[in-house]
């Protein structure tokens, strides 16, 4: 994000108002007004402890805003604007409205959101060429070899996810922050162990002149930001991830990303709409998106089934799958603040607002139901430990099939995936390109491989337990 994200901003989005979130009549509108309704009617950024009631009201509107086909009287498409995260004009205007690689390539999020329903999966036909984040591609090519092609993983416990991430961030920065402290009080080097929520992350040397050593750290970016979003796992939040969709997928642009304090136009994208998103329709889709409720564990009543899942859970971990496909992260507060701390300029962050939008995970059905550790954290069952991981080795290798490394990450790393609901959410992989769970662990390899062994090496039966095991993962909205 370079020279961007090193102006500093104070996005004037401080509204003293209450929230209001209730609808609204647009009386300049007739009901069949060809535009998305939801639009606007999130009136006002909404800050500070949010009631149940003005969470589902949010929430209401975030879901309709996720399901809704933009229209181009809403300001669908992009003439005038890449697929890019940063504001960026494209070489030649676009001559048309969609272009399945390099988009617009949906009317809809929950186009390719939607197995088993919206906020789930897609399948091979819902991926995404994916060239935005990247340094090293053309922007505005419609060239399938100028992107990486990815599979549309499911949202459901996204909240979870972020609030996770957030809690490994503090954890990590606060690791490093102590070492350099500690060098400069012995004056001398101070090497410590990154783990948080017993995910290992390697290490880092503190010096006492206030440098410090990031050659040994592993799996996450430099900063020490835990970004658990995308296959790749490089995108920090829910907010940041839905600005960019809105403006890949759809052309629809976010004020608070491009809007006339970065761009100094209310219509970067050159459609003749302006202002398309205001920061409180993008904090409707970030409420709706962050209380989906997790996905379960269900086993059908089959009595085989039933003792096959059984026996294949407890093989999870003696193959070593649960290194990285940790059965589940413990977390402290069930609290979700939005906008949230880690985010960089084009997405509005936690210092920016008065006060952030907070609402209770706890106040969900599906919260209590979450078990608790013995120090009363929630044990969130991600099956996951939102860290890169390097997937291939010289004989196997085909999970790196990427042309290009995205935002520094090497071509044949890739992010744990998330293992909860993947019984809802075939196909497989990155690329979605595996149709059977039984392929997709077959193709572990790199950091993976001797997990990845044991399963290939074990009996039919013991083989068939585990798939009986990850088939009891499931979505149920
Ligand atoms: C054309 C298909 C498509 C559309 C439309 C789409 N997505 Fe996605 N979504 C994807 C794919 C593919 C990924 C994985 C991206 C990657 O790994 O780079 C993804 C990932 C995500 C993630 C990250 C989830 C995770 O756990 O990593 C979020 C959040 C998300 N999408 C929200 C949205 C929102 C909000 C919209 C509408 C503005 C939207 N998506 C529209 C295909 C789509
Ligand atoms: C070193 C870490 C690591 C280990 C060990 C590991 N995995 Fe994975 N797993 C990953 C990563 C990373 C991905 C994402 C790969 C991709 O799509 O590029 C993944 C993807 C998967 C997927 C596909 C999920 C989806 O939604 O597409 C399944 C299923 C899976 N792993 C099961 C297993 C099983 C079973 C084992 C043990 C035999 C195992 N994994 C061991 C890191 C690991």
Partial sequence: MSGYSALTVIVAVCLATPIQVQAQTQTHKVPWHETTAALGLAKTLPEGTLSQTQLNALTAIGESLFTAKFTTKDGAGRPGATQAIIPTAPRNRATQNFARTSGPDANACSSCHNDPAPGGAGDFVANVFASEGFSNTDFDTTDPQFSNERGT?????????????????????????????????????????????????????????????LGEIDGVDS??????????????????????????????????????????????????????????????????????????????????????????????????????????????TLSFSDPGPFDAAGTLNASQVKAPADYDLGGF?????????????????????????????????????????????????????????VGSTAPYGHRNDFTTLDEIILAHGGDARSSRDHYDKAAAADRSALIAFLRTLRITP
């Avoid at 093989?315 to 799958?321: D, R, S, W, Y």
């Fill in 365 to 421: 059905d599906w919260a209590a139901r979450l078990p608790r550790d013995e120090n009363g954290a929630v044990l969130v069952p991600v099956f996951g430990d939102l860290k890169r991981h390097k997937m291939t080795d010289r004989s196997i290798e085909s999970l790196g099939n990427e042309l290009f490394s995205q935002r520094f990450v090497d071509r044949n790393i890739f992010m744990t995936a998330e293992l909860w609901g």
């Fill in 153 to 213: 993983n499911h949202i459901f416990g996204a909240g979870l996810v972020e609030l996770l991430a957030r809690e490994m961030s503090h954890d990590l920065n606060h690791l490093r922050d102590t070492a350099l402290k500690d060098a400069r009080g012995q004056k001398k080097p101070v090497r410590v162990a990154l783990k948080t929520k017993g995910v290992d992350f390697g290490h880092l040397t503190a010096m006492p002149d206030g440098l410090v050593d």
């Fill in 223 to 332: 900063d020490l930001i835990v970004r658990p979003f995308t296959q790749k796992g490089v995108m920090t939040s829910l907010r940041q991830f839905t600005i960019n969709a809105m403006n890949q997928h759809h052309g629809m642009q976010a004020s608070e990303r491009f809007g006339r304090r970065w761009t100094g136009t209310d219509d970067f994208d050159g459609d003749d709409i302006p202002a398309e998103m205001s920061p409180a329709d993008i904090s409707a889709l970030v409420a709706w998106q962050a209380t989906l409720p997790p996905p379960v564990t269900q086993t059908p009543d089959d009595p085989r089934w039933q003792k096959a899942a059984a026996r294949g859970q407890t093989l999870m971990a003696e193959f070593g799958c649960t290194i990285c496909h940790r059965p589940s992260l413990p977390l402290h």
